[in-house]
C-alpha cells in the first residue's frame, strides 16, 4: 500500500521510517522540496536536519502536499496543527475523497511562549481532528497516536511492556478498524487501544497536550505515557 | 484539626465524611442552610439527597459559607468551578488569609448540553485553580484530585492497588507538603502524587476533564483512573 505522511519533522520521519521498515510505499510530503533538503544541521535535540536524515533513509520519497496527495492511498497527518488544513487544501480535492486520513498532529499554540497551549480556535469545543473533517468530508479522518512522543507511537513496547493506552476517534467505524491494523503493526496490542466513538474524540485526546507537557516538563523525559486502571 | 468542606454535592459529601472518619472536625459549608437540608429527593444515579445524608452524618456540621470560613483552618473546595470565586468572596476576607484552601473542583461548563466541556475563561491559558488564587493572593491554593471520581479520591485502593495518578500544583511548597500529607491519609501513596510545581499546574489537570469524560461515556463506569507508565 502506497502511505502518504505529510510533514517533515520528527514525528513525520518517525512514522514515515517505520511504515517503510514494514513494507509499505512511502512519500514524505512537505511544503517545498528544495528546501526540505537543504535542511542539514541538527536540532535543539541533536537530532540531524530533514535533509541528512532522507539521505540515509533511501527508501522515501519526497514530494509536495500535492504530489503525496496523489501518491498515497492512506494519509498521514504529521503537520503542525494549525497550519494542517492549509496543507490539506494544496492537495488536489479529488486526491482526498474516500482517503483514510490518519491524523496524528496536534492545535499546539506556541504564539504565547513555552510551554505552548492549544489554538483557542482549535479547542475545548472543537478540535483539530474535526476541523479537518469538516473541511473534508469526503475524506475519512480517524485521529490517533497524538498523545505521546513520537517514538512510542511507532514503539509502544519500548515502555511497560507496550501496556499504555492509545486512543482511536473517527466518524466512519471502517476506518476506525483499518487504523486499528496499521496501530497492531506497530506494535499496538488490541486492549492497548480505546475506540473514542466518533471524531468529537478529538477534543479529549488534544486536551491531553497540557498534562503531556507538564509531566514532561517535571520528569525531563518524553518516553512515558498513561495507563488505563479500572 | 477544623476543616471547612466548601459545596454539598457529591464530591464534598464523599470529602466531608472521609475526613470525619479520620478524626477532623469538619463543617460543610452552603448558600442557605435552610435549602440545603431541605433537598431530601435522591439524584438520578440513586444518591440520597443532601438533607436525608446529612442526617445519617451526625458528625458533620451544617453552616453557610462564611460561617464555614470562620469555623476552616483548612479550605476544601468542592462547589461547582464557575461559582467558587464568588462562593470564597462570601467568607470574610479576614478568614481567607494564609489558609490553605485544596481546590478539587472543575471550571466545567454545562450550558453547551451534555458532555460539559470547559468553561472557556477558565481554560487553556487559564484555570480555576490560577483564578481562584488570583483572586484571594493571601491565601494558598493547591490544587489535587479533580483529575477522578470522588470515590477514588478518597479511597484510591479501591482499584489497581492505589497505584494510579493524582497531581498536586500550588504557588506555596510547604502548602503542597500539607495537602500531601491529608491525601497520604485518604490512601495515597508517595509514589502516586506527582509535585507539578505552582498553580499553572492546574491548567493541565482541569484539561484532563474532557478525556475523563469521554472514557466514562466509552466504559460507562467512573471508577477508574490513568497511571503514569515510563
Not at 526540505?36 to 502536499?65: I, V
Request: hydrophobic content about 40%.
Amino acid at each position: 500500500m502506497k502511505i502518504a505522511v505529510f510533514g517533515t519533522g520528527n514525528v513525520g520521519q518517525s512514522i514515515a521510517s517505520k511504515l517503510a521498515s514494514l513494507g509499505y510505499d512511502v512519500m514524505i510530503g512537505t511544503r517545498d522540496v528544495k528546501e526540505a533538503k537543504s535542511r542539514t544541521a541538527p536540532d535543539m535535540y541533536g537530532n540531524p536536519g530533514f535533509g541528512t536524515w532522507l539521505e540515509s533513509n533511501t527508501k522515501l520519497k519526497l514530494g509536495t502536499f500535492a504530489e503525496a496527495g496523489s501518491f498515497g492511498e492512506l494519509f498521514i497527518n504529521a503537520t503542525s496543527g494549525g497550519s494542517s488544513v492549509k496543507v490539506f487544501k494544496s492537495v488536489k480535492s479529488d486526491d482526498m475523497k474516500n482517503k483514510i486520513l490518519i491524523d496524528i498532529a496536534n492545535p499546539l499554540d506556541f504564539s504565547k511562549g513555552m510551554p505552548p497551549s492549544l489554538i483557542p480556535s482549535l479547542s475545548n469545543t472543537h478540535s483539530l481532528g474535526e476541523e479537518i473533517q469538516k473541511e473534508f468530508p469526503a475524506t475519512k479522518v480517524v485521529k490517533t497516536l497524538n498523545t505521546m512522543w513520537c517514538g512510542l507511537m511507532v514503539n509502544p513496547n519500548l515502555i511497560g511492556g507496550g501496556d499504555h493506552i492509545n486512543y482511536i476517534s473517527g466518524n466512519d467505524p471502517d476506518a476506525r478498524k483499518e487504523v486499528r491494523k496499521v496501530l497492531k503493526q506497530f506494535g499496538w496490542k488490541d486492549e492497548s487501544l480505546l475506540d473514542l466513538g466518533d471524531i468529537t474524540g478529538a477534543r479529549a485526546t488534544e486536551s491531553i497536550l497540557p498534562i503531556w507537557l507538564r509531566v514532561w516538563s517535571v520528569t525531563q523525559n518524553g518516553a512515558f505515557n498513561f495507563k488505563l486502571v479500572k
